[in-house]
């Protein structure tokens, strides 16, 4: 009982094994550089796992979100569009570059952006659209891409749940100029807590975001082994070496312990996808019978990797309303329901910015009444009968 309480009374995202340990140690016995050897090895494997041409480490989502908007050249008066329905970073991206940020309500079925309402949104000054592969499950990409194609602005997809996630057999992040990935404690893989990864198939953009990820520097020189070699910019004399800096960046870089231990979670994500995905199976066949709840609806063509399991609650039916439910889960069980996400036009953030609610009225109603349920690799089918018992004991049919 304690053990399956563990399980589902906290927040968790991906496991280590002793191979992780190992990966970590090696680092450390090598002195534990930033960005060096095992941040290449590990870009290297991102990219050909994502099949994209390039990828770049980052210290996080955020970053990567950052990095991808500036190297579009997104700046203030540029507009900028995401879904009311994702974690803030989506949106902050562009609101710190200084874009106005706007939103394009949600699709009621996938709880993505919803594709037919974009193009009634979009401008001239529409620099870059971010779909965000909500709970692991990708956006309708063909209908963004044709919008792209037509209107041309950059797409940014937002796939920090969606690692591995798969759309008509292309994986996240491949299918924009640029993909976001975050390694936080709660995704599907991680690095110690912290870390991010930038894909694309553009050269021009990926050079962007590399140089700005670490102070714009370029080192010119005959030995440098992480820089471009150029020597017709080497000054003449007896240097061997050069440095200048493009322009003003960041430090967004990435350690290599942490790189050591995602090129072990990244050759491990398909297993640990797995294990969510029949987790989620498992619970659907199990609850599918309960009156009030609308389950997960996986469009065909995606493969859904589940960070999270998303749950509509029907109060007049079920019984229950989302807060009610959240709370007697929470008191009752021990187990701890997400609330992802608060539509960030409800937050006074977006509100200082001239948004309110009931503004997208989709999102607004869904939020209402979506609870997302615990999923990680950890759960046992004890914790999962345990959750689903649970489930089922507040339910018209538990009364
Ligand atoms: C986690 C997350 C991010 C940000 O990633 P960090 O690594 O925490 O900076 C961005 N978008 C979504 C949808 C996320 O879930």
């Known amino acids: 009982m304690a053990s399956i309480k563990f399980e589902l009374e906290s927040k968790f995202g991906s496991i280590y094994g002793p191979e992780e340990q190992e990966a970590m140690l090696e680092v450390l016995r090598n002195n534990a550089p930033t960005s060096g050897d095992a941040c290449i090895q590990f870009e290297k494997e991102y990219a050909a796992y994502c099949g994209t041409t390039h990828a770049r480490a980052v210290s996080n989502g955020t970053a990567a979100l950052f990095l991808s908007l500036l190297a579009l050249g997104v700046k203030p008066g540029d507009r900028v569009l995401t879904t009311p329905l994702t974690w803030i970073a989506t949106a902050a991206a562009g609101a710190t570059l200084g874009a106005e940020v706007d939103f394009v309500d949600i699709d009621p079925l996938t709880y993505n952006m919803d594709m037919n309402k974009l193009e009634e949104k979009l401008t001239p ?73 930038i894909t694309t198939n553009c050269p021009g953009l990926f050079e962007r975001m590399a140089l700005y990820r670490s102070h714009c520097t370029r080192v010119y020189g005959k030995s440098t082994k992480y820089c471009s070699l150029d020597e017709t910019k080497l000054p003449m004399g007896k240097r061997f070496w050069w440095q200048d800096f493009d322009d003003c960046g960041y430090n967004f870089r990435m350690t290599d312990i942490q790189a050591a231990v995602g090129i072990v979670q990244l050759r491990k994500i398909d297993q640990l996808n797995q294990l969510r995905i029949d987790s989620s199976n498992y619970i659907t066949e199990r609850i599918k019978d309960i009156p009030g709840l609308t389950l997960p609806t996986v469009t065909p063509g995606n493969k859904h ?25 929470r008191e009752e069980r021990g187990i701890r329901i997400g609330t992802h996400y608060i539509p960030l036009h409800w937050t006074t953030a977006f509100q200082k910015r001239g948004f309110h609610r009931g503004q997208f009225p989709v999102a607004d109603a869904l939020a209402e009444r979506l609870v997302t349920l615990p999923i990680h690799p950890r759960l046992t089918e004890e914790g999962l009968d345990y959750l689903i018992d649970s489930i089922r004991h507040f339910s018209p049919l538990g009364k």
Not at 146 to 168: Q, T
Not at 311 to 322: E, F, H, Q, R, S
């Open 125 to 197: 000054n529409t620099k870059a659209v971010l779909p965000v592969h909500l709970y692991g499950q990708c956006c309708d990409m063909d209908a963004l891409i044709a919008l792209k194609n037509k209107h041309g602005f950059g797409i940014v997809e937002d796939a920090c749940h969606a690692i591995g996630a798969e759309y008509k057999g292309r994986k996240s992040g491949s299918m924009g100029a640029t993909g976001c990935f975050s390694f936080h404690e709660q995704k599907n893989m991680s690095t110690l807590g912290e870390g991010g990864m």
């Open 305 to 329: 990797v589940y960070h999270l399991y998303p749950l509509l609650i029907d109060p007049a039916v079920y019984g229950m309303t989302k807060d009610d439910f959240v709370w007697a889960m």
